[in-house]
């Protein structure tokens, strides 16, 4: 609910802040006294158009700060989270306009866009009587509020998941479909590719042996060199390993005299002499493998050439020839059961079809039940409000199969017809100023429970009644007010004298400006406003006694 409206500089509101209760509070002042500023005011906080003709005469800014404290679970706070801030249950909306006509937007002091700003404000305030576009004068939201009233959501949650369904299995056709078209194009080159690798017989990690082989028989002959000369230089008379063994001889000979100190150095030859056996061990088996037949060469180069000339026309690496392969080979795969696959998946569209439908047509019927019940309730609110004459009509519509969406077959529109004889018509274009704000009074009654958005404002409610019919707006005013907050407002004492709190505007003309303030009432000021407007410029007595009536009915 709103808590709070604090304005700055906005027209004829110098500075003013006020505060708000739950329930029905009234507002009320003479003609002029600025009472659509504060609807304009208010209209800048929720993200409404700005105008630098807002911006108080002298001033180089207006700013207006809304107080919101927001119910458990409420759209809201999601839309905040959804947002990257904070989703804390008492929000404050800021709106500066600059008189250059600049402006910028605010939550809890986090700058936000004038976009994000009216999301906001539609899901928290609706004003009548001033934005025509918004709330459920937004052909949008009909469908959302019928299912709420019916209490369809279970159902409209089952027409989406058959909805996804069936979207998910016409795109699985789809996608199929063009797949094999695909292949089908390519079959001949997919065919000549298989039996090309087919031929080949790519293995993993070929490459890399053929390289190194190619380079080994391509350097045989510097190789072997180099490996009988090391040969040559370990073994022989005079190569290391013969010197080892002289050396472990000659030191043998004395080890016996010099107690411990030969040991280490005789066990470090003992250990040379072995490796240095395996060493030669090792480079005459290297040497004995040493391939060095031409011919052999010849058909590795081949071999490797070949795969890389596979490769490279197929854009991999030679590594990724047998994936490659696998992957065309299913591709043909497909081809040959393209057929069989593809009437499966049209069978399953289909059938996801008919359970959309299905779903969707139990969702239409149980819409057209629940349209009925609200024509009748909100037509029962609509002959105390002098709108006997008038028609309420939920229009359901069954659209075309390129028009089924995730909520249905259906489009949804709340009509009106003002006069007997004419046809119904959209309700923000059919009603005029009062009797709009009369309709949306009786349809708001009627869904007050289950309307998400906590405060309404009514302005000219009461425009062209009077009597026993400004006494019923009033009556369902207050009733309204037991389930949201409701502002009003209002020229009409019966309405006004309904409110649990009331506010009165004022024009005060000072020696260099006129100013635009708001006066809380407490009863004794509340019965002599109401008098005020019973009886016009002099209060008499009889306008007193006729507001204490009303102020006791209330």
């Known amino acids: 609910m709103l808590t709070g409206l604090a304005i700055r500089d906005v027209v004829l509101i110098d500075r003013l802040d006020l505060s708000f209760r739950p329930g029905l509070s009234v507002l009320t002042g003479e003609t002029g006294a600025g009472k659509s ?173 053929l390289a190194e082989q190619r380079s080994l028989m391509m350097n045989a002959e510097q190789i072997a060199e180099a490996l009988n000369n090391a040969l040559t230089l370990l073994g022989g008379d005079r190569g290391v390993e013969s010197g080892l063994a002289g050396a472990s001889r000659q030191l043998g000979r004395v080890a016996g005299k010099t107690g411990e100190l030969l040991v280490a150095a005789l066990a470090a030859l003992d250990r040379a002499t072995a490796e240095t056996q395996e060493a030669v061990h090792l480079l005459q088996s290297v040497a004995g493998e040493m391939e060095t037949d031409p011919a052999a060469l010849a058909k590795a180069e081949e071999r490797l050439y070949a795969l890389r000339d596979v490769a490279r026309k197929h854009g991999v690496e030679v590594g990724e020839l047998p994936a490659l392969r696998e992957t065309l080979a299913e591709r043909l795969a497909a081809i040959d059961d393209s057929g069989d696959r593809l009437t499966r998946l049209a069978t399953d569209a289909a059938q996801a079809r008919d359970a959309y439908r299905a779903a969707a047509e139990k969702l239409s019927d149980a819409r057209a039940r629940t349209g009925a019940k609200l024509d009748k309730a909100v037509s029962a609110e609509l002959p105390p409000l002098k709108l006997e004459k008038a028609r309420f009509l939920t229009r359901i519509e069954r659209r075309d199969e390129a028009g089924w969406t995730a909520e249905g077959m259906d489009r949804i529109a709340f009509e009106v017809a003002t006069n007997p004889g004419l046809p119904p018509g959209p309700i923000n274009k059919i009603a005029s100023g009062g009797e709009l704000s009369r309709f949306m009074l009786a349809l708001k009654l009627v869904l007050s429970r289950i309307s998400p958005v906590p405060t309404l404002v009514f302005d000219e409610v009461d425009s062209g009644i ?59 000021d509340r019965r002599e406003e109401i008098a005020r407007m019973l009886s016009g410029a002099e209060i008499t007595n009889e306008a007193r006694a006729a507001a204490d009536r009303l102020m006791a009915n209330r």
């Not at 309904?498 to 006066?519: F, I, N, P, Y």
């Open 37 to 209: 500023i504060l609807l304009d005011a208010l209209g800048l906080a929720l993200g409404a158009r700005g105008d630098s003709g807002l911006v108080r005469h002298g001033a180089e800014q207006a700013a207006v700060t809304a107080s919101l404290d927001l119910p458990d679970r409420h759209p809201a706070l999601d839309l905040l989270a959804e947002q990257g801030l904070e989703p804390d249950p008492v929000l404050i909306l800021r709106r500066t306009l600059s008189a250059d006509g600049r402006s910028r937007a605010f939550a809890n002091d986090q700058p936000i866009s004038i976009g994000l700003l009216r999301r906001l404000g539609d899901l928290l305030v609706e004003v009548h009587g001033q934005f025509d576009d918004r709330g459920l004068l937004d052909p949008a939201t009909h469908r959302e509020a019928l299912d709420a009233f019916g209490g369809l959501n279970g159902d409209v949650a089952a027409v989406r998941a058959a909805h996804r369904r069936w979207r998910d299995a016409e795109e699985a056709h789809r996608a199929a479909a063009e797949a094999s078209r695909q292949a089908r194009a390519d079959e001949a080159f997919l065919r000549h590719a298989v039996e090309e690798l087919d031929a080949l017989v790519p293995e993993a990690g070929e490459e890399e042996r």
């Open 466 to 524: 009077g009597g026993a019919t400004a006494d019923a707006v009033g009556e369902r005013l207050a009733r309204l007010g037991g389930d949201l907050q409701v502002l009003v407002i209002t020229h009409s004492p019966q309405v006004a004298a309904r409110g649990s709190q009331h506010l009165r505007v004022e024009k005060r003309a000072g020696r260099d400006q006129t100013t635009t303030t708001v006066v809380p009432l407490n009863d004794g």
